[in-house]
DNA sequence: ATTATTATTGATATTCATTATCAATAAAGG
DNA sequence: CCTTTATTGATAATGAATATCAATAATAAT
C-alpha cells in the first residue's frame, strides 16, 4: 500500500492535483482487492470504509489509478468495464465465461512477442493490447 | 450478394422470421462495403436506397447479420462498435491507432494456434475471441 | 493563524449508444 | 382475399459514464 500510494501522491503531485481522504480510501479499497472489479464492487468496498463517498468519486479516482498505472481497466462486450490491479503483477490476458461470466487469468510470451512483431511490421508503436478468449468454462460444461 | 442473401434467407426461415425489403437493403449497403462500418455509417448507406428506413431497423438487421455470420461485430474502447464482412473473408485481428482512429488488418496463425492451445490448457471451449493491438500508425508518428 | 485561491466532493443532470415499446403496416400461407 | 403474426419507424427507456454546480476542503500566501 506504500509504494501505491507514494505512486499516486507523486502523479497527482506533477498533475497539481490534491490527495483527498476519498482518494486515499478508494486506493486502500482497490488495492485490497485481489480480483477483478467492477465499478459498483469497489464503490460498495469503498463506502465500507468512508460511507459517505460518492459513486462520481469513486468513477474519477479509478481513472486516477489508470492514468498512474496502479490499475488495468478492461472493457467486456456488454460495455462494462473492470479493473484490476496493474502495479507489481505480471502482465497477463483473461478467458471469459460466456456463460457465466468467470474470467481466468493467463500468460503467454510468446503471444506477447508476436504482437510486438506484428506491430513492427505495420510501422505502429504498440501502446497496448487487448485480448481476451471467450468460451464455456469447465464448471459450465458440466 | 447471391450467396449471402441466401444465408439471411435460411437463416431467417429457420428462425420463423421474414425476409423485408428494408433488411434486404440493409443487407446489400452492408455487403457493398468492404470495410469497417459504425451504425451510423451503415445507416446513411442503407437510406441511399431506401430513404424511409429507421435506425432501429438498422441495429435489428446488424444484429441478425451477426447472428447468421454474415457480420462480424467489434468493440472499441469507447463503448462503440463496427462491423465488417465475415462471410467467404479470412479472420483476421486488428492494429487501431490511438491517434486517427484508423484500423489496419492482420492474420497471424500461430497466434491463433496459441489461442486454442491456452483455452484447450484451461479446458475451456474456445467460442470466440477478441484481440486489438492499439498504438500510434506510421502516419501520426511524423 | 487568517485569508485567498483553487481543486474536490456528492448530488444530480446529461450524454450517448443501444434496446424496448407500441400502434400501424405488411409478409406468408391457406 | 383473409388471417395470423412478424416488422417497421418513431420514440421512450435504459444504463454506464461524464459534466455541471454550489458547497467544502486542501494548499499557498499573507
Ligand atoms: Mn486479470
Ligand atoms: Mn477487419
Ligand atoms: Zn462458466
Ligand atoms: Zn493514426
Redo the contacts between chains.
Keep these: 500500500m506504500d509504494q501505491e500510494l507514494t505512486i499516486l501522491k507523486d502523479y497527482l503531485k506533477q498533475k497539481g492535483l490534491r490527495l483527498t481522504p476519498q482518494r486515499e480510501s478508494i486506493l486502500k479499497a482497490f488495492i485490497e482487492n485481489e480480483g477483478h472489479l467492477e465499478i459498483e464492487e469497489l464503490f460498495d468496498r469503498a463506502k465500507a470504509i468512508d460511507s459517505s463517498i460518492g459513486i462520481a468519486t469513486v468513477y474519477r479516482t479509478i481513472n486516477l489509478l489508470t492514468e498512474c498505472g496502479l490499475a488495468r481497466e478492461n ?1 467486456l ?1 456488454n ?1 462494462k468495464k473492470f479493473y484490476e490491479r496493474l502495479f507489481r503483477q505480471g502482465h497477463h490476458d483473461h ?1 471469459v ?2 456463460n457465466c461470466g468467470k474470467i ?1 487469468e ?1 500468460e ?1 510470451p ?2 506477447e512477442q ?2 510486438k512483431d ?2 513492427l ?18 464448471d459450465c ?1 458440466s
Design positions: 472493457s462486450p460495455g478467458l465465461c460466456n481466468v493467463f503467454h510468446l503471444i508476436f504482437q506484428v506491430a511490421k505495420h510501422d505502429f508503436i504498440l501502446q497496448n493490447h487487448q485480448m481476451a478468449l471467450y468460451g464455456i468454462c469447465s460444461k
